[in-house]
């Protein structure tokens, strides 16, 4: 790979930059009305097909002081905690470890804070119990709760991943 790695990998993320939005958050993106009906069965499998996919748990938890609710991740620490308990027949699924997504909203970038926090209202009012009946809108509200709760990274190693690019292609010119 070598240098030449790096300033190709570079010029593609400066070019990417010029003509199009980096998109970093799933909460900067567009909701998209649906161009066609979409039928129960087919709403039912999207959703299953989206918990296998963020690998989420048949287990949802709810924190009492913060009344967030959630499926947490499968083979998580939480998960293996709720298990060990239900050994125990103490099966008890309120107040299981820290609120992921208080933490979460924690660690969202301030002009993306808004939107995460009425993401998260209305999520908390439409699934705090399961919704007898899913619709297209409902499916991809959860859809971007789950991605937002469990992919988006705000991390600054992104930025730390940049510069090194950025001192790579400066020590080439030089």
Do not use: Q
């Amino acid at each position: 790979m070598g240098d030449n790695y790096y300033i190709y990998k570079f010029n593609i993320d400066l070019k990417t930059k010029n003509k199009y939005k980096m998109i970093k958050s799933i909460l900067e993106t567009d909701y998209v009305e649906p161009t066609r009906p979409y039928s129960l069965k087919e709403l039912d499998y999207l959703r299953n097909n989206m918990y296998d996919s963020l690998k989420l748990s048949k287990y949802k938890i709810y924190h009492t002081k913060c009344k967030h609710s959630y499926y947490i991740k499968k083979n998580s620490r939480k998960e293996k905690e709720i298990l060990e308990n239900k050994k125990d027949e103490k099966i008890n699924l309120t107040d299981v470890g820290n609120c992921s997504v208080c933490w979460k909203i924690y660690k969202t970038p301030k002009y993306l804070k808004d939107k995460a926090n009425d993401m998260v209202y209305y999520y908390t009012k439409d699934f705090t119990e399961d919704p007898e009946k899913i619709t297209y809108g409902l499916l991809d509200l959860e859809t971007v709760f789950y991605k937002w709760l469990y992919i988006d990274n705000y991390d600054r190693n992104d930025n730390k991943h940049d510069r090194n690019f950025k001192n790579k292609d400066e020590k080439h010119k030089e």
